[in-house]
């Protein structure tokens, strides 16, 4: 047997092998107490305490996505979740027949009506069970939650005399495709609070085709309607569900506050969908859009505010908008734009994490004179393009107004504009920016840019009437229309050529 021996303290020869070491750097580490007399004086406690709550302020403020810190960037509202409901109902329960034959809009109206009642109580879930439930237009509560079990779809029914008249927007003045009321949308809700429409992925169909293919053949006297419409409301998300077919816009939340739109799948013919717009923030405030898949037949995002001199007397503008991690296909028009009807203001947004594929455009700023207003304070970065005929798009004749009253001398403002980190292949025009006398676009930035292009020709970065920068290399070779910056930040070569106009339309 051989037997193991643990040396115990006190054995001299362990206690010497041990502690040895640490008294010979006794004498190395005096320094150790000079500096805990230095930080004894009352002043350096005073200056080092100050320098741990400047440094854990920075490691508090740090953002997790970007590495950057957010002490030096915009950042939107802190938003609580949403309290679960105290009470639930089941739309079967109020005589819904999801058949999808029978029209349910009575049902729909009376659980409404029963949450409408519960609203100091903290308001009450409306549960729509797996099936088709068949309903003209209804309107939503506040302190209201509108659960979207999976197999669940709620079917617009197509027949326009069911879908109520509406005025104008008052910051449009117009009803978009027609003077005079338009149609509401299919489920719609104003001046609300804490309105909460979610689920199991279930569905929201409009049934679009019978109004897209009135409109093609000009069967229709009013505008279209949207599949789901907030107005004038306030803390709003909308997540887990899917919208599809809508006759007109599909998601469009309207002079409203403080909005999450989180986890949509949004649907509808890439070709003859006209105007199916994804999601349309219009003179919207504190926003965020996230984590979507959008594939529409007009543009996948378009940030509005109002049209020419109508959104100029309501001045209500979009601000404070954060769109990221989307997956975004647009044939007809493009991925994410800003306007055209922008003539309230537009600022302060951020389009970060997007993937446009298959699209005819990525992201577009589009105006005209009469619109005026402004944009200004929009940052794009991580961008990719992937097979798109135009990736970058601004443009300032988009001249379409809602009548002959408009001022032609009403000129937007379009500054402060940065696109970095922005990557892709199979791009026809990676840039195509075309200011105009009356309407030079001021300020804008590129950095980081490799954009793969398909035609290899001269006029691939197009520039008109554009001031601004390219810091570092990029991808294709900028215009000369901008000034070029090392990596540093140290002026290489400034441009001559603010002005210059490069613009070609054949490719």
């Not at 107490?33 to 403020?61: E, G, M, P, R, V």
């Not at 950042?75 to 034959?101: E, I, M, Q, W």
């Not at 992937?386 to 408009?406: L, M, Q, S």
Request: charged content about 20%; some cysteine; aromatic content about 12%.
């Amino acid at each position: 047997m051989v037997e193991t021996l643990t040396p115990t303290p006190s054995s001299s020869s362990w206690w010497r092998r041990c502690w040895a070491p640490f008294i010979h750097n006794y004498h190395h580490r005096r320094w150790t107490s000079t500096i805990t007399n230095f930080l004894s004086t009352h002043k350096t406690f005073l200056i080092a305490l100050w320098l741990a709550f400047f440094f854990t302020l920075f490691y508090w403020q740090r953002d997790a996505a970007t590495g950057g810190l957010l002490l030096f960037r915009r950042t939107l509202p802190t938003r609580s979740l949403p309290k679960l409901r105290p009470v639930s109902f089941n739309l079967s329960d109020f005589g819904a027949v999801g058949d999808g034959v029978t029209v349910n809009t009575a049902a729909f109206e009376r659980a409404v009506r029963a949450i409408s009642r519960l609203g100091k109580k903290g308001g009450g879930q409306l549960n729509v069970p797996p099936g088709y439930w068949l309903t003209a237009p209804f309107n939503l509560t506040s302190h209201m939650t509108l659960f979207l079990d999976e197999g669940a779809v709620i079917l617009g029914i197509n027949d326009e005399k069911y879908w109520p008249l509406m005025p104008p927007l008052p910051s449009y003045g117009y009803g978009r495709e027609h003077r005079g009321p338009r149609y509401g949308s299919l489920i719609h809700g104003q001046h609300l609070k804490d309105v909460v429409i979610t689920g199991h992925n279930g569905t929201i169909n409009g049934q679009g085709q019978t109004w897209w293919t009135k409109y093609r053949q000009k069967l229709l006297n009013h505008t279209r309607g949207p599949l789901v419409q907030i107005m004038w409301s306030r803390d709003i998300l909308i997540s887990n569900i899917t919208l599809r077919d809508s006759p007109f816009w599909t998601l469009h939340p309207y002079d409203c506050k403080n909005v999450t739109i989180r986890n949509l799948t949004i649907l509808a013919p890439i070709f003859e969908a006209p105007n199916t717009d994804g999601i349309d923030p219009d003179s919207c405030e504190d926003m965020v859009i996230e984590d979507c898949y959008i594939s529409v037949g007009d543009d996948g995002i378009a940030i509005k505010s109002g049209w020419d001199q109508y959104g100029i007397a309501y001045r209500q503008p979009s601000v404070n908008i954060l769109i990221r991690n989307l997956v975004i296909r647009s044939m007809v028009s493009a991925g994410v734009s800003i306007g055209s009807e922008m003539s309230g203001g537009v600022s302060n947004v951020t389009v970060e994490n997007v993937l446009i594929w298959s699209s005819r455009r990525a992201v577009r700023i589009k105006t005209a004179p009469g619109r005026g207003g402004y944009v200004r304070n929009i940052i794009y970065r991580n961008l990719t393009f992937d097979n798109v005929r135009v990736g970058i798009v601004i443009k300032t004749d988009y001249n379409e107004h809602p009548d002959a009253a408009f001022d032609p001398k009403a000129f937007p403002i379009l500054e402060d504009i940065s696109y970095s980190s922005i990557h892709g292949e199979g791009v026809r025009v990676p840039v195509r920016i075309q200011g105009s006398e009356e309407i030079p676009v001021r300020n804008v930035t590129f950095w980081d840019m490799s954009v793969g292009i398909t035609y290899k020709k001269k006029h691939i970065f197009q520039c008109a009437f554009v001031e601004g920068r390219v810091i570092g290399t990029i991808f294709p070779a900028p215009c000369e229309n901008l000034d070029l910056y090392d990596e540093q930040g140290h002026l290489i070569k400034k441009s001559t050529s603010q002005n210059a106009s490069d613009i070609d339309y054949d490719f």
